[in-house]
């Protein structure tokens, strides 16, 4: 069992958890992600490793509630615990002195960016942050980048908070200027985003670095579950990534693939809210039986 | 008064009492019943207790067959089952997937003239009986305050962790899943090994003291050497797998409905996708599925689909049905549960809808040209001979690759060019005190072999614990 020691809200959906998990933490290196089940019975997915601290023993994990398995993870509390976590899996971010690098982390992908942030910054990169999300509220992390990056950007769909509109609005504005060229641009986030991020920066030869997020089940190579196509070769994202060179990434193939099981995700959905359905009746029902 | 040799040649193979096909093709339960003591008797009786039982020499872990068949016929199940333990930790897994026909039951020498003495059934009836009747114990060597390591928890490692134990070593298994038991709970289906079986064989394992701890990855989590050097074991085995899948790289192979048979498996069996709506891990069904490949991942897979209401579930093989790698049974069970079997047919490209799901698959027949190197007959395409099955999902079973998580953390391993661990005839690897065993070593094989595998490292690794070299 891997015990929760902190569970908070980031935004609306999103939520934090910092999970003991010692073996994970003092391995964990930027880009690392971990396999994770929140209850016995429940799917394994991917999560990204936002923090570690390897005297404490912990690891941090951001979760968007966007499914059956993840709106059951954000339910979780300080003093709860995840019975499987393993990692840490994947390829490390590959941290050079590239010069200048722009991080752009679009809503839970902040939580990504994060970790390699420090990385950069320790390696001696200026290191510049853009942070998306639909409205203020849902830009995230943004003290705790400020803390490390030279510049932090965070922008809004609605023009809520900061930059009014993309990240690409953003980063194209800081390719642009001529005084501080970007060398390098990493990012994480929702696929069209990436997809949008790779079209920048692809005629201006800027390397990209993407962190995708395929349908994984053991995280191992095992399944193959996860292949995606780089460069027109079919790879493996647990073990020959996650992280790519954006502007060899089919994403057609990627958002298409992400699709793959919507249906089940809407018919397990629809099952845990008449369960919960189902709860309340019978506790209102049980209410009434004990007024009379 | 015992019978006469001539007396036990005239008594017929006894049948294994089997599901009917038409009522498992819709479950998961166990296809083969188990004999019913009268049975087993009888078959017993057929053995002759020859004087070369060369039975012994087609095993690979050595079970001295006669002596567990004549306790059988004798009616002594205790000695039955304790001379099963001597030689094979995993009887009632290997009774059940065993391929008996191409081993022990192969050299039988009952088998010269009429159908070889049903071992396999036999063992799986001891195993079953003792499960059920007999309060394990396992003699257990006094502690030699050795710690070993044992890296995947599938039946290479756990073979080699209860040898260890017996004798008398403090073993740690490693297991990157959430569950112990390796293939034998993400790979072979509940139809032909229910898993309780696997869970009892893991907690007998830790009765006998052996720890297994879940969800860590070893060239991942830890090292190899993390676990000599910080972890304090004196000897590691590593029995990892042969993980990664093999694609055949045909075009479609990232539409929706495309999966290897590892996925599909892992999906059904381990995350229980067979439940439907009741699980949360997810499994494409379709009407039509096409399942390439011709060994036992080949037919554990088709025959799942067929359980998932698959029809037709239709497997394709570029070759004969004489050259699958698969055991005769799974065949036959296969064809009785309404399989379509495309032989000397090779798919050449996975064709899609216009929303990325798979609609078709387009085969190519194929003819028998001159042997190869595995001595078989060389695949040859038939020109202009293409044509389309029509599915929703298709499988592909066409092998694995070693998984380098572990071997690229550890560089000092020697590897071949396909990446698997080479080790000596002690099963040790070019580290010191690295033992490896099973599809690591060997790429596909099978259950028993990687078990035999686990037991002759066991005895490498006590040699090599006790004198500071792996003698046999």
Redesign the interface.
């Known amino acids: 069992m891997f015990p929760i020691l902190k569970s908070q809200w980031l935004a609306p959906k999103v939520r934090q958890l910092v999970v003991e998990a010692p073996r994970v933490a003092t391995r964990h290196r930027p880009g690392h992600f971990v396999i994770v089940r929140a209850y016995s019975g429940g799917e394994r997915i991917p999560l990204t490793i936002a923090d570690s601290d390897s005297k404490l023993g912990t690891i941090t994990l951001v979760i968007q509630a966007i499914g059956a398995t993840t709106e059951r993870m954000c339910l979780l509390k300080q003093g709860d615990s995840l019975p499987d976590v393993v990692g840490p899996l994947g390829k490390a971010t590959e941290i050079e002195n590239f010069g200048h690098v722009v991080l752009v982390g679009g809503g839970v992908g902040t939580a990504v960016i994060y970790p390699q942030a420090s990385a950069l910054k320790a390696k001696g990169n200026r290191v510049t942050a853009v942070m998306g999300g639909r409205s203020k509220e849902f830009v995230i992390l943004e003290k705790e980048l400020a803390a490390i990056c030279d510049a932090v950007y965070p922008c809004t769909d609605d023009g809520s908070y900061g930059y009014n509109g993309f990240v690409t609005g953003k980063l194209g504005e800081l390719i642009a200027d001529a005084a501080l060229p970007v060398n390098a641009v990493i990012t994480a986030g929702p696929v069209p985003m990436m997809k949008a991020v790779a079209n920048v920066t692809r005629d201006k030869g800027i390397l990209t670095i993407a962190s995708l997020n395929p349908i994984m089940v053991d995280g191992t190579g095992m399944c193959g579950g996860c292949r995606v196509t780089v460069g027109g070769k079919n790879l493996f994202a647990c073990v020959d990534g996650p992280e790519f060179n954006a502007h060899d990434v089919d994403f057609a193939s990627l958002t298409d693939r992400l699709t793959a099981y919507r249906d089940h995700e809407r018919s397990i959905w629809a099952r845990l809210q008449s369960d919960e359905a189902h709860k309340c009746k019978l506790q209102e029902a049980m209410a009434e039986a004990q007024a009379k | 008064m015992p019978l006469k040799a001539s007396e036990r040649m005239k008594i017929q193979r006894q049948a294994m009492p089997e599901s009917p096909p038409d009522e498992r093709n819709k479950h998961f339960r166990e296809v083969n019943l188990g004999l019913p003591p009268e049975i087993a008797s009888m078959e017993a009786k057929r053995c002759l207790a020859c004087k070369n039982h060369e039975c012994v020499a087609g095993c690979p872990v050595g079970i001295d067959i006669p002596g567990f068949i004549g306790a059988v016929e004798q009616g002594d199940l205790e000695r039955a089952a304790n001379i099963l333990y001597a030689a094979n930790v995993l009887p009632g897994i290997t009774g059940r997937v065993c391929p008996q026909e191409t081993q022990c039951e192969e050299l039988c020498l009952v088998g010269k003239k009429g159908k070889p003495v049903a071992i396999g059934y036999l063992e799986r009836y001891v195993a079953d009986w003792a499960r059920a009747n007999l309060k394990r114990t396992i003699e257990i060597a006094p502690s030699t305050g050795k710690k070993v390591a044992v890296v995947g928890s599938g039946p290479a490692g756990l073979t080699c962790a209860g040898e260890l134990a017996k004798m008398g070593h403090d073993v740690t298994v490693f297991e ?3 569950r112990p038991g390796g293939v034998l709970v ?1 790979g072979i289906p509940e139809f032909r090994l229910p898993k309780v079986i696997v869970d009892q064989e893991v907690k007998t394992l830790q009765d006998m003291g052996v720890k297994i701890e ?4 070893i060239g ?3 090292t190899v050497s993390d676990l000599m050097q910080q972890e304090g074991f004196h000897a590691v085995f590593v029995g990892n797998g042969a ?3 093999v ?1 055949q ?1 045909i075009p479609g ?2 539409l ?2 495309v ?2 048979a ?2 599909y498996l ?2 059904v069996n381990l ?2 996708a067979y439940m439907g ?1 009741q ?4 499994v ?1 069904r379709g009407q039509g599925v096409v399942v390439v490949g011709g060994g036992n991942t080949a037919m554990d897979a088709v025959r799942t689909a067929r359980r998932l209401g698959a029809d037709p579930a239709c497997l394709v093989y570029r070759r004969s049905e004489k050259e699958m790698p698969a055991r005769v049974e799974e065949v036959h069970h296969a064809k009785e549960e309404g399989v379509r079997f495309e032989m000397l047919t090779n798919p050449v490209a996975v064709l899609g809808d216009e929303a ?1 799901w798979v609609r078709a698959v387009r085969c190519q027949r194929m003819g028998l040209g001159e042997p190869d190197a595995s001595g078989r007959r060389r695949p040859v395409p038939i020109e202009g001979s293409e044509f389309e099955v029509e599915c929703q999902v298709f499988i592909e079973a066409v092998g694995t690759k070693s ?3 572990l071997t690229q953390a550890t560089p000092d391993l020697k590897l071949n060019k396909w990446g698997n661990i080479i080790i000596d005839d002690k099963g040790m690897t070019s580290i010191p005190g690295v033992f490896a065993g099973g599809d690591i070593v060997r790429g596909g094989a099978t259950v028993i072999l990687a078990m035999g595998d686990g037991k002759k490292a066991a005895v490498g690794i006590h040699n090599y614990l006790s004198t500071g070299v792996p003698t046999a």
Do not use: W
Not at chain 2, 214 to 217: K, L, Q, Y
């Open positions: 990157a899943l959430h993400y879940c969800n860590v990855v991942a989590t830890m993980g990664l899948p694609f790289n192979e990232n929706k409905g999966y290897s590892n996925e892992t999906r995350m229980s709506l699980a949360d891990t997810p494409l990325g998984n380098p998580l």
